[in-house]
């Protein structure tokens, strides 16, 4: 089993900064990529980028704003997120892929407000 634990999320004003942290306990060696989701109320999660081991970050469109980078010795990843807009609010949920047929694991989440 993995447990995943978020914090940093909160309010920002339009252009500012937040930084996600989401901690991976038990078995994190069977861990082959995590990243972050973000999900809008009726929406679907989207896959917001992910990393693994070595730090290979992927970012399903363009880099942009945000950037995940990944700490081993801490089994922690983050995620950096500038210039904020309205748009990026949602619940961000940290998410672990391991290897194999394994399911997935996700983290409880975590609320990002970005006012005008």
């Known amino acids: 089993q993995v447990q995943l634990v978020e914090s940093g999320g909160g309010s920002a004003q339009t252009g500012g900064s937040l930084k996600l942290s989401c901690v991976a306990s038990?078995?994190?060696?069977?861990?082959?990529?995590m990243g972050w989701y973000r999900q809008t109320l009726g929406e679907q999660r989207e896959l917001v980028a992910n990393i693994d081991k070595l730090g290979s970050a992927f970012y399903p469109g363009a880099k942009g704003r945000f950037t995940i980078s990944v700490d081993n010795a801490k089994n922690t990843i983050y995620l950096q997120m500038n210039s904020l807009v309205p748009e990026d609010a949602g619940i961000y949920y940290c998410?672990?892929?391991?290897?194999?047929?394994?399911?997935?694991?996700w983290g409880q989440g975590t609320q990002v407000t970005v006012s005008s």
């Open positions: 998410h672990a892929d391991p290897y194999g047929l394994e399911p997935a694991y």
């Open positions: 038990g078995s994190v060696d069977r861990i082959n990529r």
